[in-house]
């Protein structure tokens, strides 16, 4: 699955870049986020409770943050597992400058396998969409509260 | 045709579409076959004149349980609520090669008959013994046993029965009993052969397919029963409906499968099954006594192509001449999309 | 599969079931029809703990004029609302929105509000909600609220409806016979790949869509280009902005150009349809 979104933040790009590279703020970010502890330094152990309402599942998994070209891009590579399948795969993130503000695009490629792809197919990229709107738009509040 | 071409000066995409086949069927001569072609079957005429039929065929939903007891009631005479048709069974069908390849009948249906007549030829035998004439006299009529021009005197399966199995007045050298079992080693598989037509509309907004008429007749040999036999046409002509139009196993790139559910893999159903016109004709097959070539995949190998080609049909006037299968209405909207209707 | 395993308690009253739901919070799902969730129980998608099943509440399901306006209960059956006289005398277009959800056996057991808190996004009432501009009622452990068709539906699969809430009754005004219903179904499932409903009237047109979007929408960019116009020309023109401001689903079923297609296609028959009752 190839999934572009875009999302505007309300601060400048640096302070955009460091708050996607900080488990602090990724962790009250991340939709359905219980846990997440920093393994390394660019890597990270989270459990996450996703889905949609009525149907969530509990995923375990890894996430690292490379190719790290301050404040333009970065990369981020996930995998998660749990009952009802699996995710893995890569997102490209560029942030450039919109007024006072960043513009962030982000192009992620997804495999998404097991129970949630054999029998809700149909839905996958639109919950995808879905949950990468509420991750950019917890990150806007998050970011508009403390300027 | 008159339809279609006043569809077609209307504007509106309405095609036709033929196909004619021949199969391959009743599996099959053994040599040509990776384990063995053959079938079996045992009739058995119990004590108390009913009947028990053995088939190492397993009809499910064939109907062979009927065909069968069809078959041997009217050779031996006996009522056909009096026979058993056992199937599916190991332990009760030790061996048998089952259905595919539509060789139930042809096959299976033909050992039974095989092993029918060795019941009747040794009856006779011991009929004869009773009468006090010889076999060659014996006739098996409507159930029972006379010799004309020898004796008034008739015996019916209850009686011979009871002699066979009480076995106090038997000829000899004949074995108590009347019972008989027999593989049948076919010579050559068979050719069942048909015509289909069909004639679909296409919405040209939607891509969306409406089958207006449909039209089959195949020929399968002698028909032992034709509502079973219809029955596997109409069957087979579902099952095409949905290969052609809708049906479709989706993995993505990564070997995912994305249709686990019915809810994402459409299946026909009753809506989608048009008004059939059902015809016949009956090329007696050579191959086995029965003359019978099988049904079972006639519907599923003319309707495909007959569908698939009056959809093409439909589209031809914008220069479309190809679809993959199935040809859903996404498909189709997208050959459609970057073409206008030539001026027919 | 058997869905795992879980409590199973029948409430008698709505008060019963709101206490139920307070208790057990996001471990409980209620249950009216099953249409829904038991589909995703069986596959273990949904695990629910406890099911609260609201379904023999007779006081739930009812049609009847009310004020002015017709109010149907909860638990009302597709198949109820489907043949309903009143609803088919004043307000059609909830009927004949009943009729296309999915096969007779699933209109038999199916509820109006089961599915409307389910949300799918190609269920076939959420375009006839919003064109009727509909209100409903959700009943919670704060007592009772009105929301607006317009507010109910928040995004993918979510509505409005808090975890301790339980919708407890839909309320359409009359109409006019000048309404359509006009749906392209996903062949295996029946959901609508694009569903438009139109309810029309001499002052203007509402038009709602379902089955396109994450969540279902009033198509308000085909309702000012058509104003009071009846034209073919108008309603060809109408119906292109069919899609305007949203974002196309795509699956396996159809693309998102191909929807964006169908929603228009169907907009310009449903306009059709709806002006010729007029």
């Given at each position: 699955m190839k999934l572009t979104v875009s999302h505007s933040i309300p601060a400048d790009r640096q302070r955009v870049f460091e708050a996607l590279c900080d488990p602090a703020i990724l962790r009250r970010c991340i939709p359905g986020g219980e846990s997440l502890t920093a393994t390394g330094p660019d890597a990270y152990e989270a459990t996450l409770k996703i889905g949609v309402p009525g149907i969530k599942g509990v995923y375990s998994g890894t996430a690292t943050i490379g190719d790290k070209h301050p404040p333009e891009s970065l990369t981020l590579g996930f995998e998660g597992k749990g009952g009802p399948g699996f995710v893995r795969g890569s997102a490209a993130i560029v942030l450039s400058p919109d007024g006072a503000s960043t513009r962030v695009d982000c192009e992620a490629d997804a495999q998404v396998g097991g129970l949630i792809a054999a029998v809700g197919s149909r839905l996958i990229e639109a919950t995808a969409r879905k949950l990468a709107g509420d991750f950019f738009n917890q990150l806007s509040n998050k970011m508009s509260a403390t300027v | 045709m008159a339809e279609r071409n006043a569809a077609r000066a209307a504007g509106r995409l309405f095609g036709v579409g033929v196909s004619t086949y021949l199969e391959i069927c009743a599996m099959g001569p053994s040599k040509a076959m990776p384990a063995g072609g053959w079938e079996w079957g045992c009739v058995r005429m119990e004590i108390s004149a009913k009947v028990t039929v053995i088939t190492g065929v397993t009809p499910h939903g064939q109907g062979q349980e009927t065909s069968f007891a069809q078959i041997v009631a009217d050779r031996l005479g006996v009522p056909i609520e009096d026979i058993a048709v056992l199937r599916g069974d190991t332990s009760v069908a030790h061996y048998g090669r089952d259905t595919y390849g539509s060789r139930g009948t042809a096959v299976g249906g033909t050992a039974i008959v095989m092993s029918v007549d060795k019941v009747i030829k040794k009856a006779k035998t011991l009929a004869a013994h009773l009468f006090e004439t010889l076999d060659e006299y014996v006739v098996l009529e409507n159930g029972k046993f006379k010799a004309p021009g020898i004796t008034a005197r008739e015996i019916t399966w209850a009686e011979l029965a009871a002699e066979a199995y009480l076995a106090k007045n038997l000829p000899a050298g004949l074995e108590p009993g009347l019972e008989?079992?027999?593989?049948?080693?076919?010579?050559?598989?068979?050719?069942?052969f048909g015509a289909h037509i069909c004639a679909v509309e296409v919405d040209r907004d939607t891509g969306e397919v409406a089958i207006k008429k449909y039209i089959a007749v195949d020929d399968c040999g002698n028909q032992i029963n034709p509502l079973l036999v219809e029955g596997q046409v109409q069957g087979g002509i579902a099952h095409s409906i949905g290969q052609a139009l809708f049906e479709q196993t989706i993995y993505d790139e990564n070997g995912q499968l994305l249709t686990g559910e019915f809810m994402d893999y459409a299946m026909p159903r009753a809506t989608d099954i048009p008004e059939y016109t059902l015809g016949s004709t009956v090329t007696p097959s050579p191959v086995?006594?029965?003359?019978?070539?099988?049904?079972?995949?006639?519907?599923?190998?003319?309707?495909?192509?007959?569908?698939?080609?009056?959809v093409i049909d439909a589209l031809a006037p914008l220069g479309i001449v190809h679809l993959d299968l199935p040809m859903t209405p996404q498909r189709i909207w997208r050959a459609m999309k970057t073409r206008t209707m030539a001026t027919v | 599969m058997y869905p795992a395993n879980?409590?199973?308690?029948?409430?008698?009253?709505?008060?019963?079931?709101?206490?139920?739901?307070?208790?057990?919070?996001?471990?409980?799902?209620?249950?009216?029809?099953?249409?829904?969730?038991?589909?995703?129980?069986?596959?273990?998608?949904?695990?629910?703990?406890?099911?609260?099943?609201?379904?023999?509440?007779?006081?739930?399901?009812?049609?009847?004029?009310?004020?002015?306006?017709?109010?149907?209960?909860?638990?009302?059956?597709?198949?109820?609302?489907?043949?309903?006289?009143?609803?088919?005398?004043?307000?059609?277009?909830?009927?004949?929105?009943?009729?296309?959800?999915?096969?007779?056996?699933v209109r038999n057991m199916g509820t109006i509000g089961g599915s409307l808190v389910h949300a799918d996004p190609a269920s076939d009432y959420p375009a006839a909600i919003l064109a009727l501009e509909a209100e409903i009622d959700l009943v919670g452990p704060r007592g009772k609220r009105t929301v607006r068709a317009d507010q109910f539906f928040v995004d993918l699969l979510q509505t409005t409806i808090a975890a301790d809430e339980i919708l407890t009754e839909v309320r359409v005004p009359m109409t006019s016979r000048s309404v359509a219903y006009i749906k392209t179904e996903q062949k295996a499932s029946g959901f609508a790949l694009a569903g438009v409903a139109v309810v029309a009237s001499p002052t203007g047109v509402r038009v709602g869509i379902t089955g396109i979007a994450p969540k279902p929408y009033r198509a308000t960019a085909v309702e000012q280009a058509i104003g009071n116009q009846r034209t073919a020309h108008a309603i060809e023109v109408a119906a292109a902005h069919a899609a305007d401001g949203v974002v196309p689903l795509a699956d396996i079923h159809a693309s998102a150009e191909f929807r964006a297609h169908l929603a228009q296609v169907n907009t310009r028959r449903a306009l059709e349809r709806a002006f010729a009752r007029a």
């Open positions: - | 008989a079992s027999s593989f049948f080693e076919p010579e050559n598989f068979t050719f069942p086995n006594p029965l003359g019978v070539k099988g049904v079972g995949e006639a519907g599923t190998i003319g309707a495909t192509p007959a569908i698939a080609n009056a | 879980f409590d199973y308690v029948r409430p008698a009253s709505v008060d019963e079931a709101v206490a139920l739901l307070k208790r057990h919070g996001e471990d409980a799902k209620v249950l009216a029809g099953g249409h829904s969730l038991i589909p995703a129980m069986k596959l273990r998608l949904a695990r629910p703990s406890v099911v609260i099943d609201i379904g023999r509440i007779a006081t739930l399901s009812y049609i009847r004029e009310a004020g002015g306006a017709i109010a149907v209960g909860a638990t009302t059956t597709h198949a109820e609302v489907e043949t309903s006289k009143l609803l088919r005398e004043k307000c059609p277009l909830l009927s004949e929105t009943a009729s296309h959800i999915g096969d007779v056996q």
